[in-house]
């Protein structure tokens, strides 16, 4: 199961080095960390859209922030949302996990099809089990998301 959504409160010091990638309509960064004055340090943070911005302004502004971070199934955390002053601007998680579904049983399929095959129906049950790992994050991130009232969404 998802390791719950972790709060971090407190002013910006710096941004590491960030690499930034577009797929799609979609762009994100990943920090190599993100440190606050208290010396508290959050590594490997992928910041998702719009978020990446109102991460920028935090740092300026010196302000206390807020940040929401979903632990991932690797070691990157995603920011969810950024609380700043007393606006809340959170990532709009939104799409179909339709083909992510569809995925997963067409590997369980294949796996119980071919566990005779020199094993290879193994590799096909640990994708599937990956691929359910994978779900319960995002309906986890997505269940939260939706939780933060009054959330502009980015």
Do not use: C
Request: hydrophobic share 50%; aromatic share 10%; charged share 15%.
């Amino acid at each position: 199961m998802p390791k719950p959504v972790g709060v971090h409160r407190g002013v910006l010091k710096e941004l590491g080095p960030g690499v930034g990638e577009v797929d799609g309509d979609i762009s994100s960064s990943t920090y190599s960390y993100v440190q606050f004055t208290d010396g508290t340090m959050l590594r490997n943070v992928v910041v998702v859209g719009g978020l990446a911005g109102k991460l920028d302004v935090a740092l300026e502004s010196k302000q206390t922030v807020e940040l929401h971070v979903q632990p991932g199934l690797k070691k990157n955390g995603v920011l969810l949302a950024v609380k700043l002053g007393d606006n809340l601007y959170a990532s709009d998680i939104s799409g179909s996990l339709f083909f992510m579904y569809v995925a997963m049983a067409v590997l369980i399929l294949l796996g119980v099809a071919t566990i005779w095959v020199f094993g290879l129906g193994l590799l096909f049950l640990a994708f599937a089990f990956y691929t359910w790992l994978s779900l319960s994050l995002v309906r986890a991130t997505k269940k939260y998301v939706r939780g933060l009232h009054g959330a502009i969404l980015l």
